[in-house]
């Protein structure tokens, strides 16, 4: 059994049903427990600074994070808090618009979980969106691509140890800031192609429209000319074939 987190608000009934469905065929394989999100937009300004350090926040992305981004980010650390807290070494965590592609899910994620079941600290991102530099097959003919950087948060696997490490960092980033919670400590890899996409068709998007991206005017001039280097590293890279596209299912 996989164990399988799911983050879910409180008052998202109708995703609630709906990511119950995706998972309904697969019970012999997912372990599943849904994880109340945490819901900042509901948070005050003062709740936020206490859960969250905006001030650094702000210093790494030129802005202050809206309510919903701070949700999301406490929303994924409760699920590293899960995994710890349990007798599990690796762990899926979803959001509840999650889709998979036409593939075998049951046989992938178990040999993802098998790859993954090491001392290191490792991810394995199941979605798309992430800039890779090389291809590493593994025996059982899937392959993991080495992510320089990636956004997304839809669908991953996280083991212990690096749960931990995500633990020990600073409130202070973006739930899928993957460059800034990996930076060296933790392998993170991609599934190439990748299974899991989101669904937008049936699905109201909630707190995801909050995302407001980077402001490199108020950046610090040395953070703004790493934001300059690191797109120039993306951009690269993404002409060279080496970008994995996301799919929503509009």
């Known amino acids: 059994m996989v164990k399988t987190f799911i983050i879910n608000l409180k008052d998202s009934a109708e995703k609630r ?3 119950n469905n995706v998972f309904a065929p697969y019970k012999d394989i997912f372990d599943i427990k849904l994880i109340e999100a945490v819901d900042g937009r509901k948070l005050s300004d003062a709740e936020l600074c206490l859960l969250f ?3 650094k926040a702000c210093r790494t992305y030129g802005r202050y994070l809206k309510g919903g981004e701070v949700g999301c980010a406490l929303s994924h650390r409760k699920c590293c808090q899960e995994l710890i807290e349990s007798t599990d070494e690796v762990a899926l965590v979803v959001e509840d618009d999650l889709v998979w592609q036409d593939a075998d899910v049951c046989k992938i994620v178990t ?3 098998s ?3 090491v001392e290191h600290p490792v991810i394995v991102l199941l979605s798309g969106d992430y800039w890779f530099t090389t291809i590493k097959k593994l025996g059982c003919g899937l392959k993991l691509a080495h992510i320089r950087e990636a956004v997304c948060t839809h669908a991953y696997m996280i083991n212990r140890a690096a749960a931990k490490v995500i633990l020990s960092t600073e409130k202070c980033y973006l739930a899928d800031d993957w460059y800034s919670l990996t930076q060296s400590r933790i392998k993170l890899y991609g599934l190439y192609p990748h299974i899991a996409d989101q669904n937008r068709r049936d ?3 909630e707190i995801s429209t909050a995302y407001a991206g980077l402001v490199r005017n108020n950046l610090s001039f040395a953070k703004r ?3 300059y280097y690191r797109g120039v590293i993306k951009h690269v890279l993404y002409y ?3 970008f994995e596209y996301k799919n929503f299912i509009d």
């Open 225 to 227: 000319m790493h934001s």
């Open 111 to 113: 040999e993802v979980k």
């Open 203 to 205: 699905l109201k998007t």
């Open 240 to 242: 060279t074939g080496h």
């Open 53 to 55: 350090n905006e001030e």
């Open 17 to 19: 049903v709906y990511i």
């Open 115 to 117: 790859f993954m079941s």
